[in-house]
DNA sequence: TCGTTTCCTGACCGTATGGTCAAATCACAG
DNA sequence: CTGTGATTTGACCATACGGTCAGGAAACGA
């Protein structure tokens, strides 16, 4: 009896494996070293032999170093989106803002090299996301600065500018990732422990949700 | 009759102003590079050309690449010193704190190149200034927890954790140089006019001496 | 004016880097 | 098993970069 056709074309199954896990393996190097060395300080050699593959397998993948970086970012990228959508469906600023400074932290704590990569693209001028600051962010950002508004004239937070509300959670949730070496040295060199992460979640909601009057 | 003897050591006054003036050329130069393309992407026949000398006189006052960005760096770091002292002399967190966040979103304003290298360093591990972290940084941080506390001790504020507060002051002032591409772009790729600054002042002080209960 | 020190700079060098390529290997279908 | 196309990889190349150096120009003291 020959064996079962296969209905869901799985045919080159192996292959598919092969491609999607090695993609994976760059992408995850090439996270951590775009991250710690930035775009002009990383080199393919480095990402290679962290991935624990030929420089020239990375090639066959990637045509080009900004044709990963690009990879890299646009990941980054997903990653924030998904948890900008906490933001919506919430009936008052105590939770949508609440929660979305609970998935911010958390994207901060498990992405931290994402994170980075992120940041300085935009300080070095968003050279490849330009498009995406201009379209998919303006528009998420106009979005909820309405909900915001909305709040506001519901009188269920204080009138407060809610652009700048949005840049201090930006501004506070990125930067236990983007600076977390300087917090961990000031940590007495200790990575936060589970509690301490408890602490800082804590802490930024409590002085934001209040400072906006929504506590 | 000869001239006068200067008293004060003028002598070689003219070299004296060569040398100060193109150390502050480069410098200038080079911070904006570092910032633009990290340490990693920066290359000094850019930084040459946009201090106007050539390549080879840089490497004459500064002997290597990474002797540029040492003082790049050291001298972001006193100038935030400078601003930190803001903190000290207050009686209480309005005024303190007030201050503290009305000097450093006027280091964001008129040194965001700075700021970026500064970001930048930190984020790839503080190779340069790690000793800073350690000494100087976490001295200066252990005494504003030590005031913070103070304050709350004596009813002046909310008993909230001084450590987290002190980073969110650092994130949100710091975030309008760091990210100051970000918040042009969604401002219609204008730069903040003063109003918006003022603006931009006035919300993060509201919001934080709100959350921190001290106004 | 003259000797000395500092400053300036075009030409040059060794190395590291991004990227290419052709040959070998492997997965797969028939 | 065989043919085909995807995958792997060592060797290689052109370029760009950080840094050097020798020789000339300018500033300075006497």
Do not use: C
């Amino acid at each position: 009896m020959p064996p079962l056709a296969q209905v869901t074309p799985i045919k080159t199954a192996r292959r598919t494996e092969i491609r999607r896990e090695n993609e994976r393996v760059i992408l995850d190097a090439a996270e951590r070293v775009f991250a710690e060395a930035g775009f002009g300080g990383a080199t393919m050699q480095l990402i290679a032999d962290m991935a624990g593959l030929p420089k020239a397998n990375l090639h066959y993948y990637f045509p080009t170093k900004e044709a990963l970086y690009r990879r890299v970012v646009q990941n980054i990228f997903e990653i924030w989106l998904d948890a900008a959508s906490t933001f919506d469906g919430a009936e008052d600023p105590a939770t949508g803002i609440g929660g979305y400074i609970d998935a911010k932290m958390e994207i901060s704590r498990r992405h931290p090299h994402g994170s980075k990569v992120w940041a300085a693209e935009v300080m070095q001028g968003a050279p490849v996301i330009q498009d995406y600051l201009e379209t998919t962010l303006k528009d998420w950002t106009d979005g909820r600065i309405s909900v915001i508004q909305r709040w506001i004239d519901q009188g269920k937070m204080a009138p407060i500018n809610p652009r700048h509300l949005l840049y201090m959670l930006w501004a506070t949730t990125q930067h236990y990732a983007d600076f977390g070496h300087q917090i961990e040295t000031l940590n007495g060199a200790q990575p936060l422990s589970d509690r301490q992460w408890r602490d800082a979640k804590a802490s930024v909601k409590t002085i934001l949700l209040r400072g906006i009057g929504a506590l």
